[in-house]
């Protein structure tokens, strides 16, 4: 008889690096909210993997970076938190950066090695982006930087993307998660809320269509849920922007802009919820949202 393994680990990295994308891999479907544009998650969020004889709970974490503001302090607080709380460590590295931008190696990894030095559990590199790097001969110096860097971690070349080298990472991580009974039902997938789960399908929708700087001043607050045992699940949502001059930029010319964001985020709401879904979307100015604390705690981000 095999013992069961249960444990959590948790998946670091600067921002943009693959991060939630690897999650979602591991998981072997979509929990968390993906974008090209950096610092797209802003709460840990837990993606529970049961495979039979191990359950993990994987740790998405916001990226570790460098930028000001209160609420940039709360992401930083909830990715380093998840580290205290975590059995192992994945941090994840966009190679492909590394490849294209070498100079931004030195200054992303320079605040990460002692953090992940000292933190004394088994740590592990997804060295990601593998299947974008070209051509394929910038991988070895980039690997022995990263191997000099984290000399305790074992690396692995990955996509999250393509899923290439994933399988060996997530053999490797379950090793050395500690034996334990199972903490969740086999099939929940994550410990977060529906609503939750919910308003971060429309705040990814906002990272995908706005410009520059302006998904980041919006937060996604759900206010009405109605789930009718017939018929059409029915979701309010407000989308609260720091301006008054974002508001016209989020609901675009003729309301066209906003349209598309709800038309998107209704589609992904009917499968998450199999069944129709009513979506109303508003917009409402709260100047100033990100560096109000009561706010901000409100909305989940901060203890
Ligand atoms: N080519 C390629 N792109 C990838 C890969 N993994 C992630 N990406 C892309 O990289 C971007 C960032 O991915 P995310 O998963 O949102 O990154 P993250 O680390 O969670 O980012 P933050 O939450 O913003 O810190 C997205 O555009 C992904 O599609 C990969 O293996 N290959
Ligand atoms: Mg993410």
């Known amino acids: 008889m095999t013992t069961h393994r249960f444990g959590h680990v948790a998946l670091m990295g600067p921002p943009n690096a693959g991060k939630s994308t690897l999650l979602n891999h591991f ?14 998650t802003r709460n840990a969020i837990r993606g529970i993997l049961s495979t039979g004889d191990t359950q993990i709970v994987f740790l998405d974490t916001p990226g570790v970076h460098r930028m000001a503001g209160r609420m940039n302090r709360l992401l930083l607080e909830a990715a380093w938190g998840a580290l205290s709380q975590a059995d192992a460590v994945v941090l994840i590295l966009d190679m492909q950066l590394y490849s294209k931008k070498p100079h931004l190696f030195d200054r992303e990894i320079a605040p990460l090695t002692d953090p992940i030095g000292r933190v004394g559990k088994p740590v592990f590199i997804a060295a990601n982006k593998v299947d974008a790097i070209r051509p394929k001969e910038k991988m070895l110096p980039l690997l022995l930087r990263v191997g000099q860097a984290f000399p305790q971690a074992e690396i692995f070349p990955v996509s999250a993307a393509t899923g290439e080298g994933v399988a060996d990472l997530l053999a490797a991580v379950t090793k ?10 086999e099939d929940q997938l994550s410990t977060a809320s529906l609503r939750f789960l919910a308003a971060e399908i429309i705040r990814e929708k906002l990272f995908l269509e706005l410009e520059q700087e302006l998904p980041y001043n919006t937060i996604v607050e759900i206010e009405q849920w109605e789930e009718p045992e017939a018929g059409a699940a029915l979701i309010n949502a407000c989308i609260h922007v720091a301006r008054s001059t974002h508001k016209g930029m989020v609901i675009g010319k003729g309301g066209q802009l906003l ?6 985020a209704r589609i992904e709401l009917e ?3 199999e069944r ?6 508003w917009v409402k100015v709260r100047e100033d949202w990100t560096e109000d604390t009561a706010f901000l705690r409100e909305m989940g981000l901060g203890e």
Not at 276 to 281: A, D, I, Q, S
Request: hydrophobic share 40%.
């Open 27 to 40: 998981l072997g479907q979509k929990l968390a909210i993906v974008s090209p544009k950096p610092q797209t």
């Open 259 to 264: 349209k598309k964001i709800g038309t998107a």
């Open 276 to 281: 129709p879904v009513h979506l109303e979307l």
């Open 271 to 273: 499968v998450m919820l």
């Open 176 to 185: 050395v998660v500690p034996e334990g009974p199972a903490q969740y039902p």
